[in-house]
């Protein structure tokens, strides 16, 4: 009997022929590896760009010759292919286990319409998982990147929002470490199906620089030892590479689109945004903070759905649209939905599962345009970007920087610019940006740009991979206090001396916090007296009026809590620097009471 063997290496299909004869009901063959003509040797370099994100991952890469792309999973390449005849009427027994195995190892094919990265960043585990024992990527726990798709399995259990994880906790490290592990085997694949040279594969990764330092040195050697565990002990560990979220999206609007001039970076996730200046094509300062996308969506400080503006104001409407009985995929997701409330409980989550709908629905649900259209919880998203803004502003007067030129938005988060601004060009969000700015340095300019990219997830990717600079400053970051007073500095990772610890706050320093915030109100107030708020942001006025009358209730409550949890991730230790701005410990309370207290007015 002749035997064929099909080879396909990213390029083109390549045959291998044994004879041999059967013995009972099997046959043993061998067949020589490598062709004579030398096509199959790898001679392709790849180099990955990995977001590991709060809410989103996503992959690029570049290959020798070519332009950047998005991660695939596709034909005729695929990881894995499926035997089972889908046009065929099969024994539902195997189309059951074909879905299961898309869950608990990896869907058939990403990069199409209904599955492509950027992809929520989740994992499943074993429920009965035990952490003291080894574990096995796909056999106890994978990442789930059919999360709000799929129902999940009863066996399984859910974690998202892995970033954040409290690294000190031997459970939460190890499942950072198998999401990674996880990433970093679908890019070997990828690379070892694609005629790459896996030897030669760069990866770089991305990094927060609000995380602390021990939360750093945690996951940087999550990385490096799980790029060995995946790429083998003998891999280049100068393959590879770390990069400051704040830096690279700036490389790509620089590079890509002819960006030049003093600019502020601003990256938007889920968890943390990330900012840096850039001046002459090269970062200057950057600093980041625990003040994102999850601040306007999440739950504030032991919050809940039951109390979360955005899910008072649209659960209803989310589910008149998915109640319809008819459709098996709306009942499905109804399921889906229902889940967030009640088992996981997280609002964030419940915002996220309403902007996927966008895509799923053909336009028939999209949640961004409801939102536009409610002119009083619009609101928020007003005081995100200015409180933003107010605090980039302290930091380019403390480092003697005139009002920056350019505005440069990226990040999943960002897309929300579009909610309260829908000029082409984001003059209005531009307008706020100036005038905080020119407010706090004391000085005028002519004219401010803000551009936010169509695609704002994917260019810290992109950026990473276009990026030619090795420089990356400090880290720098404004503690937040009141002009001129003790805790009105700016600091860095060198000044840690200067730095006061968590157990040295004193009640009259917290209240140093809550001038500063009470500074930063004033400042929008006179903002808010030159514009027309409902004509600009689609606010509406009395939105404004009840914020003013709140605003000031329970701000030490709300600092004195975020320090609480800030503390507890330190693993309870308050003797540690306060490396972060304080700034918005306050804010995160106020967004999430404001928003119930919008939702609920008429």
């Known amino acids: 009997v002749q035997f064929i063997l099909s080879v396909f290496n990213g390029c083109s ?4 022929t044994a004879t041999t004869n059967f013995i009972g009901v099997s046959a043993a063959f ?8 030398g096509n199959l040797i790898s001679n392709v370099d790849y180099t990955f760009a990995i977001d590991f994100g709060t809410t989103n991952t996503h992959i690029e890469y570049s290959r020798t010759g070519e332009t950047l792309h998005p991660f695939k999973n596709e034909m005729p390449n695929t990881i894995w292919a499926s035997l089972m005849n889908k046009t065929a009427k099969v024994d539902p027994i195997y189309a059951i286990n074909e879905e299961i195995f898309e869950q608990e190892i990896i869907p058939h094919s990403i990069g199409t319409e209904d599955l492509s990265f950027p992809i929520r960043t989740a994992l499943v585990e074993n429920k009965d998982i035990n952490y003291n024992s080894e574990r096995e990527l796909f056999k106890h ?13 009863q066996h399984l259990e859910l974690t998202t929002a892995l970033k954040w994880s409290n690294y000190s906790k031997t459970e939460d490290k190890k499942r950072v470490e198998s999401y990674v592990e996880y990433l970093l085997t679908i ?8 005629n790459g040279k896996l030897e030669n594969t760069k990866v770089t990764w991305f990094y927060p620089i609000s995380m602390t330092s021990f939360q750093q040195g945690i996951i940087e050697d999550i990385w490096k030892k799980t790029y060995v565990k995946v790429f083998g002990d003998s891999a280049d560990a100068s393959n590879l590479n770390k990069m400051a979220e704040s830096i690279a999206p700036f490389y790509h609007y620089h590079n890509d689109k002819g960006i030049i001039g003093l600019s502020v970076s601003i990256d938007i996730g889920g968890g943390s945004s990330d900012i840096a200046i850039f001046d002459d094509g090269k970062p200057k300062v950057i600093s980041s903070f625990r003040f994102a996308g999850d601040a306007i969506y999440g739950d504030g400080y032991g919050g809940s759905p039951s109390v979360n503006g955005f899910v008072l104001a649209f659960k209803d409407r989310a589910l008149e649209y998915l109640n319809d009985n008819s459709d098996i995929e709306k009942k499905e997701k109804a399921k889906i939905l229902n889940n967030i409330l009640d088992v996981r409980g997280k ?10 709908l966008e895509k799923s629905s053909n336009g028939l649900f999209n949640y961004s345009s409801i939102i536009r259209e409610e002119m009083n919880l619009k609101l928020a998203f007003l005081l995100f970007y200015a409180s933003i803004s107010f605090y980039v502003a302290k930091i380019l007067k403390s480092e003697g920087f005139k009002v920056p030129i350019n505005y440069l938005f990226s990040g999943t988060g960002s897309k929300s610019l579009r909610i309260i601004d829908s000029s082409s060009n984001l003059k209005h969000v531009s307008s706020l940006m100036q005038y905080i700015t020119e407010n706090i340095i004391g000085e005028k300019t002519n004219k401010v740009v803000s551009i936010l990219s169509d695609i704002p997830k994917e260019i810290t990717c992109k950026g990473g991979l276009r990026s030619s600079s090795e420089i990356e400053p400090n880290p720098k970051y404004w503690l937040g206090g009141k002009e001129d007073s003790a805790l009105d500095l700016l600091l860095n990772t060198e000044s840690v001396a200067k730095v006061p610890r968590f157990n040295e706050i004193v009640k009259d320093e917290l209240d140093l916090i809550i001038d500063s915030v009470k500074e930063f109100y004033a400042v929008l107030d006179s903002y808010f007296e030159t514009v027309n708020i409902e004509r600009d942001f689609g606010v509406k006025r009395s939105a404004y009026e009840t914020f003013k009358v709140m605003r000031t209730e329970q701000l030490h409550d709300f600092l004195k ?15 540690v620097p306060i490396e972060e701005s304080l700034f918005f410990y306050p804010l995160i309370g106020v967004l999430n009471k404001l928003a119930f207290e919008l939702a609920k007015k008429p």
Not at 141 to 153: C, G, S
Not at 347 to 356: A, G, Q
């Open 30 to 37: 061998t067949v020589n590896p490598e062709p004579t003509d």
């Open 141 to 153: 726990l994978n990442n789930f990147f059919l999360l709000e798709k799929r129902t999940i399995q």
């Open 561 to 575: 809590k975020g320090i609480e949890l800030k503390v507890e991730s330190e693993g309870g230790d308050a003797n």
């Open 347 to 356: 609002s964030n989550d419940f915002s996220s599962y309403l902007f996927s």
């Open 13 to 16: 299909n390549y045959e291998f």
């Open 187 to 194: 890019v070997y694949y990828k690379v070892l199906l694609s």
